[in-house]
């Protein structure tokens, strides 16, 4: 069985940095790409950052130049580097995954996510 466990999400003041990390644990032959959401109350679910296999990059215009988002594949690890945080990025971040695993194929996954909360 294949899981995502996020960590690191909690309470911090706007302009304060908060680091996410999201582990993906299981029988992994490969992990594709790999990305972070967040949806906060009342909004759709978005994507925040993704990193591909090659470690190509892609950021939500509102996040560019705040966030960096990582990973260590030898860990099956990734992670989102958040600084100089925002009011408006308080969400449950989800961190998602393109992974194939062993006698489960291709599938795509999804962490239980963890809340983020920036206060002004």
């Known amino acids: 069985q294949v899981q995502l466990v996020e960590s690191g999400g909690g309470l911090v003041q706007a302009g304060g940095s908060l680091r996410l990390s999201c582990t993906a644990s299981?029988?992994?032959?490969?992990?594709?790409?790999m990305g972070w959401y967040r949806q906060a109350p009342g909004k759709q679910r978005e994507m925040v950052a993704s990193?591909?296999?090659?470690?190509?990059?892609n950021f939500a215009d509102s996040v560019k130049g705040r966030l960096t988002i990582s990973r260590d594949s030898a860990k099956n690890t990734f992670y989102l580097q958040m600084n100089s945080l925002k009011p408006e990025d308080t969400a449950v971040y989800y961190c998602?995954?393109?992974?194939?695993?062993?006698?489960?194929?291709?599938?795509?996954?999804w962490g239980q996510g963890t809340q983020v909360t920036v206060s002004s």
């Open positions: 990193i591909s296999s090659g470690g190509s990059t």
């Open positions: 998602n995954a393109d992974i194939y695993a062993f006698a489960r194929g291709r599938n795509d996954y």
């Open positions: 299981g029988r992994i032959f490969s992990i594709y790409a």
